[in-house]
């Protein structure tokens, strides 16, 4: 049994997890193998939470509020997983993937709707699912299941903040389609995951977002009138609350890096892991600098630690960012929440 490097708590986590959180003090914690055994450590450059998030503090009151956050987080439709559990199957059929969708009947019209859409419309109107995956292919298909899954869970009741709600669903699906082009530009294997490491990779913002949207009076309700200290808080806990995030929803354990280290991707202890971390940094920041931002300095691409980590040139981001609004738009037709 594992025990927490803070708290010293028992830890039920597992090791191929690879990171986890205390459930008693709330910090993250590395899973690293030691000969027959492992060892539960500090991520590199990591502060004990406590310390930052005291009691009536802001980081407290967030820390507070998380608990009771995460269990009224929707469920991440089931459909989203299995899709991307078929594509792994080497013995897949368009037909499988239609019967999966065929079950989901609001995805379903969806998937309709994007074959019929300016991007991939052909001369005749397609009616039938079987025929819409046909023309769209399985990739697009994936990518489009998971948006229309994930786009729901950017719906706020709280009309001042629906519009940086919305930024925050444009930001998120550029990034993973940025993502997805990186991986294949790259012959990454893993392109589909990655458009899903995208997807989620600042849904701790977005949960935050809504934190904030429902406090009415205390310190979290102040934020609604200080919008530099709000984004100081994106800053400092998106990422932590992003990794409770992806464990609530038990997301593949690689999602946990890609959500806790993007801004730190050299932390990251496992090669694999930070390949993929390095593509989803790497995606946001050309989503940043081609209009699906959200405020963030990216002064030159291929200067960030990621791009030379991935050994990116000009002509490979170009690649990447080809046509770029036209492929989103009609992904941003069927998903966004208001669609």
Sequence with gaps: MMHCPYCNQESAAQPNEGLAVCAVCMNPFVIMAQGHSVKATAPAGAQDIREIAKPGSIGGEILKALPKSLAELPVLPEISQRVMKKLRDPEMSMTDLAEIIREDQAIAIKILQLANSAMYGGLQEIRDLNAACARLGSRTIANAVQAVANGNLYITGNQVFRDHMQQLWRHALASAHCSYEIANVLAEPRADELFVAGLIHDIGRAVLLDVVANQYRGVLADLRNSPDLLDEVFESYSPLVGLNVVIKWNLPPEFRMTTYFLRNAQNVHNEPARVLTNIVALG????????YGLGM????????????ALGMTDMKLAMVRADLD???SGLLEISSPAA
């Design 284 to 291: 946001e920041a050309v989503a940043e600098t081609s209009g």
């Design 297 to 308: 300095n990216v002064t030159s691409l291929l200067g960030m630690p990621a791009a030379r």
């Design 326 to 328: 036209e492929k989103l």
